[in-house]
T-cell receptor, first 112, second 114 residues
Framework: EPEVTQTPSHQVTQMGQEVILRCVPI?????FYWYRQILGQKVEFLVS????????KSEIFDDQFSVERPDGSNFTLKIRSTKLEDSAMYFC??????????FGPGTRLTVT | AQSVTQLGSHVSVSEGALVLLRCNYS??????LFWYVQYPNQGLQLLLK??????LVKGINGFEAEFKKSETSFHLTKPSAHMSDAAEYFC????????????FGTGTRLQVFP
């Protein structure tokens, strides 16, 4: 069964550094999302992406964050200058339609 | 604004016993509701969803949930727990229009004892 994959599984970075988290969607999925889960807290929506543009973003998704599909397959989340509070598990989700989201295994980001 | 409340951060049952995980939602517009399961070190797996068709929804692994508008609830049940059901379960809500972002509850960790 096709799955959403994410790389890396764990990323350690220093405060102020840029990170790029990568997601390979299930083939033929058209809707893409990023969520995050800070340890011990709820899973939170960050951004949704459809037809090569952001369809919705949360208050968390400020100018430090960006998303793109650089090659039409991978879906990436970039954090330009990481902060300690960006440490979290980041989940990519993709879907054929808007109301069926399949999640990847997540990337654990640790900012030191 | 929409929200989800999951009563009970931890639920323990014996193998073979009924599983009941509670979820209540708040929404000013017709909601779509979801249950996801997360096994250790894995991502979120969709168990089932309610998108305004039948109010009793059947999902994978023998789970089902019933949408009760009068009670604003979407509780998850399974008649007979199996050891492999031990995991964290998340209820989530979204609107039926204008947005598809999922609003998650805090999760319920299910333990199954032999």
């Amino acid at each position: 069964e096709p799955e959403v994959t994410q790389t890396p599984s764990h990323q350690v970075t220093q405060m102020g550094q840029e990170v790029i988290l990568r997601c390979v969607p299930i083939s033929n999925h058209l809707y893409f999302y990023w969520y995050r889960q800070i340890l011990g807290q709820k899973v939170e929506f960050l951004v949704s992406f459809y037809n090569n543009e952001i369809s919705e973003k949360s208050e968390i998704f400020d100018d430090q964050f960006s998303v793109e599909r650089p090659d039409g397959s991978n879906f990436t989340l970039k954090i330009r200058s990481t902060k300690l509070e960006d440490s979290a598990m980041y989940f990519c989700a993709t879907g054929r339609g808007a109301y069926e989201q399949y999640f990847g295994p997540g990337t654990r980001l640790t900012v030191t | 604004a929409q929200s989800v409340t999951q009563l009970g951060s931890h639920v323990s049952v014996s193998e073979g016993a009924l599983v009941l995980l509670r979820c209540n939602y708040s929404s000013s517009v017709p909601p779509y509701l979801f249950w996801y399961v997360q096994y250790p070190n894995q991502g979120l797996q969709l168990l089932l969803k309610y998108t305004s068709a039948a109010t009793l929804v059947k999902g994978i692994n023998g789970f089902e949930a019933e949408f009760k508008k009068s009670e604003t609830s979407f509780h998850l049940t399974k008649p007979s727990a199996h050891m492999s059901d031990a995991a964290e379960y998340f209820c989530a809500v979204t609107q039926s229009y204008n947005t598809d972002k999922l609003i998650f509850g805090t999760g319920t960790r299910l333990q199954v004892f032999p």
